[in-house]
């Protein structure tokens, strides 16, 4: 299983961002897919999660009305719209399999490798 995060980098605050999320080896419709972050020092915290079909979708409050979580289940692939990026929104940004609906670490099948979202003031 392979899950490849991709479109990181920096941005100025107010500044949008779109992360990827490539998923190999596991059959995609089967789980709902999360992203969590982790900022220096700090624990990784939940994002945003989608169920199977992409109907439903979860968001922290931290990010709520500001990003949103998308899949492309024909492309086999996870997205993260990012808009209105602030300074603490500086991370590394990861993808997550899980077989249902968790806003915990401890329920992730599969991690991604995580990519750099940096937001400068």
């Known amino acids: 299983v392979q899950l490849q995060a991709s479109g990181g980098g920096l941005v100025q605050a107010g500044g949008s961002l779109r992360l990827s999320c490539a998923a190999s080896?596991?059959?995609?419709?089967?789980?709902?897919m999360d992203w969590f972050r982790q900022a220096p020092g700090k624990e990784r915290e939940f994002v945003a999660a989608?169920?199977?079909?992409?109907?439903?979708?979860f968001y922290a409050d931290a990010v709520k009305g500001r990003f949103t979580i998308s899949r492309d289940n024909a492309k086999n692939t996870l997205y993260l719209q990012m808009n209105s990026l602030k300074p603490e929104d500086t991370a590394v940004y990861y993808c997550?399999?899980?077989?249902?609906?968790?806003?915990?670490?401890?329920?992730?099948?599969?991690w991604g490798k995580g990519t750099q979202v940096t937001v400068s003031s």
């Open positions: 989608i169920d199977w079909g992409g109907g439903s979708s």
């Open positions: 997550a399999a899980v077989p249902s609906y968790s806003s915990n670490q401890s329920g992730v099948r599969y």
């Open positions: 080896g596991l059959a995609f419709t089967s789980y709902f």
